[in-house]
């Protein structure tokens, strides 16, 4: 299936990974065509999707509305699953008002969810409008990956592209207030929009929450710990520099006479929820690819208690031993740990990514 195609130019140009706010053009993005044929009539999407089969996009411009609720959520997500039932009223209340049903129409997307699992939390939520899978983030990182869900953004189309009028970050209870938010969007003047000073709050939550206590000597002997094994000697660690302003751990190792390389990635993600706390972890691969460890700095699950020894030793055994360069998708059902499924799927995800440095690394020279 083909999960999302992202094309950053023109007006929709935005620096990369800063969360998207008011003023901004959301980006141009392709979705999955994973609509049944009651949701494409209902966004208005024009006659030629109607038959279209799973695995053809559509974009948030065919949709035939003024203004386009578009909230990411994820099914685990408590204050997702509490804002639900209120995101449902108000689409009640727009339904009702035939001066607002024409205008406004909602999407949801499951950030870092599969078809079954967004279909499962609109079955289970009852969601009367279409939401749509974001299995690979890639949707989530594409707005700035602005570390929370629910996360409300109110779309104006204008002339040269889809405007972001409002954002809302976290859990509203208050259905009104949603109300007056989606009023107060369509009668904003789109030019001041442009003109206006960019609100920077998200970002600035999203940078505290993925801020990493540890001094970058500590870091280095994380790295050290990650490549150590009976099998070899770690002769030296050093950080080196990548493209895209991406960074990684070199190891050289030496096991008998011969030398070679370990690399140690230590990623950091912002959380997929308003109350979690950002994922940070190494993990590490050989020349061949293939992941050797997998070393946790700070993850955590329900209560943003940390992950026990246990948990730590069963995200290993689902790691430990696959290769980079054969990405597989994470299966709630499979992959998830107790109480851990939104931080596990992150980890899989950042691992998914991978192939990308495998080729910096080659390019390099560290690996042939």
């Keep these: 299936m083909v999960f999302g195609i992202l094309l950053c130019s023109g007006p929709w140009a935005k620096e990369k990974g800063r969360v998207v706010t008011p003023g901004d053009f959301f980006p141009e993005y392709s979705f999955p065509m994973t609509l049944t044929r009651s949701d494409t009539e209902y966004l208005g999407l024009p006659q030629k999707f109607f038959g279209l089969v799973k695995g053809d996009n559509f974009s948030l411009k065919d949709v035939k509305a003024d203004l386009i609720v578009v909230e990411f ?71 700035g990956e ?48 442009l003109t206006q000073d960019k609100d920077l709050s998200a970002q600035r939550a999203k940078a505290e929450k993925l801020f990493l ?85 700070h993850v955590t699950k329900v209560d943003n208690l940390p992950w026990e020894a246990k948990e730590v030793e069963q995200m290993k055994q689902r790691l430990v031993g696959r290769s980079i360069l054969h990405p597989a998708d994470f299966d709630s059902q499979v992959d998830a740990l107790s109480s851990a499924t ?13 192939p990308a440095l495998y080729e910096a690394l080659k390019n390099k020279g560290y690996i042939k």
């Design 73 to 143: 959520l994820n099914k685990y997500c408590f204050s997702c699953q509490l804002q639900a039932p209120v995101m449902n009223q108000v689409f009640s209340m727009v339904q009702q008002d035939p001066q607002l049903q024409e205008r406004i129409k909602f999407i949801g997307i499951g950030a870092g969810n599969n078809e079954r699992e967004v279909e499962s939390f609109r079955e289970e939520k009852k969601v009367p409008f279409p939401v749509i899978p974001d299995p690979k983030f890639l949707a989530y990182e594409a707005i």
């Design 342 to 354: 939104m931080t596990a799927a992150l980890i899989v995800d950042s691992v998914n990514k991978a």
């Design 146 to 193: 602005p570390g929370a869900t629910p996360f409300t953004i109110f779309i104006r189309k204008t002339d040269s592209g889809l405007l972001v009028a409002r954002t809302k970050v976290g859990l509203t209870r208050d259905p009104q207030m949603i109300l007056k938010t989606m009023n107060d969007s369509l009668k904003a003047d789109w030019n001041a929009l």
């Design 213 to 297: 206590r540890y001094k970058e000597s500590e870091l280095l002997n994380k790295a050290k710990e990650s490549m150590r094994s009976a099998k070899w000697k770690v002769l030296n660690v050093a950080k080196v520099p990548l493209p895209d302003g991406e960074e990684i751990y070199v190891g050289e190792i030496q096991t008998g006479r011969q030398k070679s390389y370990l690399f140690a990635k230590l990623d950091s993600r912002a959380p997929t929820c308003d109350v979690c706390h950002a994922t940070h972890f190494f993990f590490t691969f050989d020349e061949k690819g293939m992941i050797l460890n997998f070393l946790p700095l």
